[in-house]
Protein backbone atom coordinates (compact mmCIF):
# COMPACT_ATOMS: atom_id res chain seq x y z
CA UNK A 1 0.00 0.00 0.00
CA UNK A 2 1.95 3.16 -0.89
CA UNK A 3 0.49 7.09 0.39
CA UNK A 4 -0.52 9.68 -1.64
CA UNK A 5 1.25 13.53 0.23
CA UNK A 6 0.21 16.80 0.02
CA UNK A 7 1.59 19.27 1.86
CA UNK A 8 0.30 23.21 2.62
CA UNK A 9 2.25 26.03 3.55
CA UNK A 10 2.27 28.02 6.51
CA UNK A 11 6.50 27.59 17.92
CA UNK A 12 6.21 25.54 21.01
CA UNK A 13 3.83 23.04 22.91
CA UNK A 14 2.60 23.44 25.62
CA UNK A 15 2.93 20.96 29.10
CA UNK A 16 0.11 20.10 31.18
CA UNK A 17 0.30 17.86 33.32
CA UNK A 18 -2.82 16.18 34.44
CA UNK A 19 -4.60 12.80 35.21
CA UNK A 20 -7.73 11.98 32.82
CA UNK A 21 -10.73 11.32 34.31
CA UNK A 22 -13.47 9.80 31.89
CA UNK A 23 -17.08 8.74 33.46
CA UNK A 24 -18.65 5.97 31.17
CA UNK A 25 -22.48 6.69 32.24
CA UNK A 26 -23.44 3.07 29.53
CA UNK A 27 -23.08 -0.20 30.55
CA UNK A 28 -20.58 -1.73 28.27
CA UNK A 29 -20.49 -5.11 28.03
CA UNK A 30 -17.23 -6.97 26.06
CA UNK A 31 -16.76 -5.27 22.91
CA UNK A 32 -18.21 -7.51 19.74
CA UNK A 33 -17.14 -7.38 16.10
CA UNK A 34 -20.18 -7.82 14.31
CA UNK A 35 -20.66 -9.57 10.52
CA UNK A 36 -22.09 -6.10 9.29
CA UNK A 37 -21.80 -2.53 10.44
CA UNK A 38 -23.50 0.51 8.99
CA UNK A 39 -20.42 2.61 10.32
CA UNK A 40 -19.00 4.38 7.44
CA UNK A 41 -16.07 5.99 9.00
CA UNK A 42 -13.87 6.08 12.33
CA UNK A 43 -11.73 9.22 13.09
CA UNK A 44 -9.15 9.90 15.87
CA UNK A 45 -7.82 14.03 15.72
CA UNK A 46 -5.57 15.35 18.26
CA UNK A 47 -5.07 19.14 18.93
CA UNK A 48 -2.05 21.00 20.51
CA UNK A 49 -0.22 24.09 20.69
CA UNK A 50 1.34 25.86 17.32
CA UNK A 51 4.11 24.39 16.21
CA UNK A 52 6.70 24.15 13.20
CA UNK A 53 5.98 21.51 11.02
CA UNK A 54 10.05 22.05 10.17
CA UNK A 55 11.25 22.56 13.45
CA UNK A 56 12.13 18.29 13.52
CA UNK A 57 13.51 17.69 9.82
CA UNK A 58 15.64 14.84 10.14
CA UNK A 59 13.14 13.20 12.69
CA UNK A 60 10.39 13.60 10.19
CA UNK A 61 12.06 12.22 7.13
CA UNK A 62 12.39 9.43 9.00
CA UNK A 63 9.10 9.25 10.54
CA UNK A 64 7.54 9.54 7.20
CA UNK A 65 9.81 6.71 5.65
CA UNK A 66 9.47 4.38 8.19
CA UNK A 67 5.50 4.92 9.31
CA UNK A 68 4.44 5.59 5.29
CA UNK A 69 7.06 4.44 2.79
CA UNK A 70 6.81 8.46 1.74
CA UNK A 71 10.33 10.24 0.70
CA UNK A 72 9.49 13.55 2.11
CA UNK A 73 11.77 15.94 3.44
CA UNK A 74 10.86 19.11 5.25
CA UNK A 75 13.52 21.40 4.63
CA UNK A 76 12.01 21.76 1.11
CA UNK A 77 9.35 24.25 2.74
CA UNK A 78 10.12 25.96 5.89
CA UNK A 79 6.72 27.66 6.41
CA UNK A 80 5.21 24.17 5.96
CA UNK A 81 1.67 24.24 7.81
CA UNK A 82 0.08 21.02 7.05
CA UNK A 83 0.90 17.41 5.54
CA UNK A 84 -1.76 15.01 4.12
CA UNK A 85 -0.98 11.86 3.29
CA UNK A 86 -3.84 9.45 1.46
CA UNK A 87 -3.76 5.70 1.41
CA UNK A 88 -3.66 4.55 -2.59
CA UNK A 89 -6.87 2.20 -3.07
CA UNK A 90 -7.50 2.24 0.76
CA UNK A 91 -10.11 4.47 2.54
CA UNK A 92 -7.44 5.58 5.02
CA UNK A 93 -5.92 9.16 5.34
CA UNK A 94 -4.09 11.26 7.72
CA UNK A 95 -3.38 14.70 8.00
CA UNK A 96 -0.57 16.34 10.00
CA UNK A 97 -0.80 20.41 11.07
CA UNK A 98 0.73 22.94 13.12
CA UNK A 99 -2.29 22.55 15.83
CA UNK A 100 -3.74 19.65 14.81
CA UNK A 101 -3.58 16.00 13.86
CA UNK A 102 -6.38 13.11 12.56
CA UNK A 103 -6.51 9.69 11.11
CA UNK A 104 -9.37 9.04 9.47
CA UNK A 105 -10.56 5.40 8.38
CA UNK A 106 -13.58 3.90 6.30
CA UNK A 107 -15.45 1.51 6.88
CA UNK A 108 -14.22 -1.00 4.56
CA UNK A 109 -10.88 -0.91 6.26
CA UNK A 110 -12.51 -0.96 9.79
CA UNK A 111 -12.36 -4.54 11.60
CA UNK A 112 -12.21 -3.15 15.26
CA UNK A 113 -11.03 -0.36 17.40
CA UNK A 114 -7.84 -2.23 18.56
CA UNK A 115 -7.02 -4.04 15.20
CA UNK A 116 -7.66 -0.96 13.28
CA UNK A 117 -7.57 2.64 14.83
CA UNK A 118 -5.02 2.00 17.78
CA UNK A 119 -2.37 1.51 15.04
CA UNK A 120 -3.34 4.35 13.83
CA UNK A 121 -3.55 6.12 16.63
CA UNK A 122 -0.19 5.11 17.32
CA UNK A 123 1.34 6.72 14.40
CA UNK A 124 0.02 9.93 15.61
CA UNK A 125 1.56 9.31 19.20
CA UNK A 126 4.82 8.57 17.06
CA UNK A 127 4.59 11.91 15.29
CA UNK A 128 3.36 13.82 18.99
CA UNK A 129 6.68 12.53 20.46
CA UNK A 130 8.90 13.04 17.28
CA UNK A 131 7.59 16.73 17.63
CA UNK A 132 8.03 17.08 21.44
CA UNK A 133 4.58 17.49 21.95
CA UNK A 134 3.86 16.28 25.77
CA UNK A 135 0.10 17.45 26.25
CA UNK A 136 -2.62 17.46 23.71
CA UNK A 137 -5.32 20.48 24.44
CA UNK A 138 -8.04 17.54 23.52
CA UNK A 139 -8.22 14.38 22.10
CA UNK A 140 -11.30 13.07 20.20
CA UNK A 141 -12.90 9.48 18.86
CA UNK A 142 -15.46 10.36 16.13
CA UNK A 143 -17.74 7.49 14.27
CA UNK A 144 -20.33 8.01 11.91
CA UNK A 145 -23.24 5.74 11.33
CA UNK A 146 -25.50 6.15 7.92
CA UNK A 147 -28.81 4.45 6.61
CA UNK A 148 -29.94 4.92 3.00
CA UNK A 149 -33.06 3.80 2.45
CA UNK A 150 -35.92 3.74 -0.14
CA UNK A 151 -39.69 3.53 -0.47
CA UNK A 152 -42.42 4.58 -2.88
CA UNK A 153 -43.78 6.80 0.26
CA UNK A 154 -41.22 8.06 1.70
CA UNK A 155 -42.88 10.43 4.11
CA UNK A 156 -44.45 7.71 5.76
CA UNK A 157 -40.94 5.73 5.29
CA UNK A 158 -39.42 7.70 7.75
CA UNK A 159 -42.25 8.38 10.32
CA UNK A 160 -41.45 4.27 10.78
CA UNK A 161 -38.00 4.19 9.72
CA UNK A 162 -36.74 6.01 13.05
CA UNK A 163 -38.23 4.12 15.60
CA UNK A 164 -37.29 0.87 13.91
CA UNK A 165 -34.06 2.14 14.07
CA UNK A 166 -33.77 3.94 17.35
CA UNK A 167 -34.35 3.37 21.10
CA UNK A 168 -33.54 6.96 21.83
CA UNK A 169 -36.75 8.58 23.00
CA UNK A 170 -35.22 11.76 21.88
CA UNK A 171 -34.45 10.59 18.29
CA UNK A 172 -37.45 9.15 18.06
CA UNK A 173 -39.31 12.37 18.56
CA UNK A 174 -38.41 13.15 14.75
CA UNK A 175 -40.70 10.84 13.69
CA UNK A 176 -43.73 12.81 14.77
CA UNK A 177 -42.53 16.46 13.90
CA UNK A 178 -45.06 17.33 11.36
CA UNK A 179 -43.96 17.98 7.92
CA UNK A 180 -46.32 18.34 5.39
CA UNK A 181 -46.07 15.67 2.38
CA UNK A 182 -45.78 18.12 -0.45
CA UNK A 183 -42.35 20.18 1.41
CA UNK A 184 -39.89 20.98 -0.94
CA UNK A 185 -37.18 18.32 -0.92
CA UNK A 186 -34.47 17.81 0.35
CA UNK A 187 -35.77 18.35 3.98
CA UNK A 188 -33.45 17.56 7.02
CA UNK A 189 -34.74 17.44 10.93
CA UNK A 190 -31.91 17.16 13.23
CA UNK A 191 -31.45 16.11 17.38
CA UNK A 192 -27.95 16.71 19.44
CA UNK A 193 -27.25 15.40 22.70
CA UNK A 194 -24.17 16.31 24.99
CA UNK A 195 -23.08 14.07 27.82
CA UNK A 196 -20.70 15.16 30.77
CA UNK A 197 -17.96 12.34 30.66
CA UNK A 198 -16.16 14.05 33.79
CA UNK A 199 -13.15 15.11 31.69
CA UNK A 200 -14.70 15.12 28.41
CA UNK A 201 -18.05 14.89 27.03
CA UNK A 202 -19.78 13.29 24.00
CA UNK A 203 -21.67 14.48 21.53
CA UNK A 204 -24.64 12.65 19.71
CA UNK A 205 -26.38 14.52 16.39
CA UNK A 206 -28.63 12.49 14.65
CA UNK A 207 -30.37 13.46 11.65
CA UNK A 208 -32.82 12.45 9.08
CA UNK A 209 -32.38 13.99 5.46
CA UNK A 210 -35.23 13.35 3.04
CA UNK A 211 -33.51 13.32 0.04
CA UNK A 212 -36.47 13.27 -2.53
CA UNK A 213 -39.74 11.76 -2.61
CA UNK A 214 -38.66 8.29 -2.82
CA UNK A 215 -34.75 8.15 -0.68
CA UNK A 216 -34.14 9.39 2.83
CA UNK A 217 -31.05 8.72 4.83
CA UNK A 218 -30.95 8.65 8.75
CA UNK A 219 -26.60 9.53 10.32
CA UNK A 220 -25.65 8.96 13.86
CA UNK A 221 -22.39 10.76 14.43
CA UNK A 222 -20.96 10.16 18.35
CA UNK A 223 -17.81 11.75 18.70
CA UNK A 224 -16.21 11.42 22.37
CA UNK A 225 -13.64 14.39 23.54
CA UNK A 226 -11.05 14.26 26.06
CA UNK A 227 -9.49 17.57 27.60
CA UNK A 228 -5.96 18.19 28.23
CA UNK A 229 -4.21 13.94 27.83
CA UNK A 230 -0.51 13.54 28.31
CA UNK A 231 1.12 12.12 24.96
CA UNK A 232 1.56 9.40 26.49
CA UNK A 233 -1.66 8.77 27.40
CA UNK A 234 -3.41 9.24 24.44
CA UNK A 235 -3.49 5.42 23.42
CA UNK A 236 -5.36 4.43 26.77
CA UNK A 237 -7.49 7.48 26.83
CA UNK A 238 -8.74 6.62 23.28
CA UNK A 239 -9.56 3.42 24.50
CA UNK A 240 -11.76 4.88 27.28
CA UNK A 241 -14.04 7.46 24.67
CA UNK A 242 -14.15 3.90 22.45
CA UNK A 243 -15.73 2.45 25.15
CA UNK A 244 -18.10 5.57 25.59
CA UNK A 245 -19.21 5.54 22.08
CA UNK A 246 -19.35 1.82 21.78
CA UNK A 247 -22.27 2.17 24.96
CA UNK A 248 -23.97 4.88 23.62
CA UNK A 249 -24.33 3.72 20.26
CA UNK A 250 -25.77 0.23 22.01
CA UNK A 251 -27.79 2.21 23.71
CA UNK A 252 -29.37 4.60 20.94
CA UNK A 253 -30.12 1.52 18.61
CA UNK A 254 -33.05 -1.08 18.48
CA UNK A 255 -32.58 -4.97 19.36
CA UNK A 256 -33.65 -5.05 15.44
CA UNK A 257 -30.29 -3.42 14.36
CA UNK A 258 -28.19 -5.56 16.16
CA UNK A 259 -30.22 -8.18 15.00
CA UNK A 260 -29.14 -7.08 11.37
CA UNK A 261 -25.18 -6.37 12.17
CA UNK A 262 -25.81 -9.99 13.27
CA UNK A 263 -26.54 -11.54 10.46
CA UNK A 264 -24.15 -13.24 7.95
CA UNK A 265 -23.19 -10.97 5.02
Known amino acids: ??????????????CHKTMVSIHNPYQNSEHKVYNRTFMRSASADVEYADISLSSQTEALTTFFKDNFGV???????????????TAE?????????????????????????ADTMQPNIGK???????????????????????WDL???DIMNAYKSAIPYTFADENIREVAKLNVPDDSPKPIKLSREANVDLG??????????????EHNLRLVLEL?????????????SVSSMLNDVIYGAFHDL??????????RSK
Request: net charge negative; glycine share 4%.
Open 71 to 85: DFNPHDNPELASIKL
Open 124 to 146: LVSFLQIMRISNVSSLSIKKNNQ
Open 223 to 235: KATAANVKTSDVL
Open 199 to 212: DGRLVVYFFVEIID
Open 150 to 152: SAE
Open 253 to 262: ITPDIIGLMD
Open 89 to 113: GKPLSFDFHNTNSSVLVGAEDYKSF
Open 1 to 14: MGFLLLCAKKNLSL
